[in-house]
């Protein structure tokens, strides 16, 4: 069984950085795809960008391509989410999961492992 737990967010002004730290425990986390997720009030969570664990290549949706950059440390067995020129709908709640090599990563049903989430609050 793989833990995760997320931590690094607050509130920050629009245009400001911020980096999200997701940290498993419990197993290993060289076999995974590493997910990173959003989910504001009233709306649906949605995917933000992966890590694949073993060559650290990522993937990103089109809305934080430039912005946000994912990447691990194999030490640590962390991955994080830093994201910069942070704007007003950025505002989440931000979840990482873990999904077994060969599955979509796009979907949430094929995750096996997720954190509690951290929440992320960017004013004007």
């Known amino acids: 069984q793989v833990h995760l737990v997320e931590s690094g967010g607050g509130l920050v002004q629009a245009g400001d950085s911020l980096r999200l730290s997701c940290a498993a425990s419990?197993?290993?986390?060289?076999?995974?795809?590493m997910g990173w997720f959003r989910q504001a009030p009233g709306n649906e969570r949605e995917f933000v960008g992966a890590i694949y664990w073993t060559h650290a290549n990522t993937d990103y949706a089109d809305s934080e391509k430039g912005r946000f950059t994912i990447s691990r440390d194999n030490a640590k067995n962390t991955v994080y989410l830093q994201m910069s020129s942070l704007k007003p709908e950025d505002t989440a709640v931000y979840y990482c999961g873990a999904t077994p090599y060969g599955g979509n990563f796009l979907s949430q049903s094929n995750y096996i492992a997720w954190g509690q989430g951290t929440q992320v609050t960017v004013s004007s």
């Open positions: 419990g197993g290993t986390v060289t076999n995974y795809i």
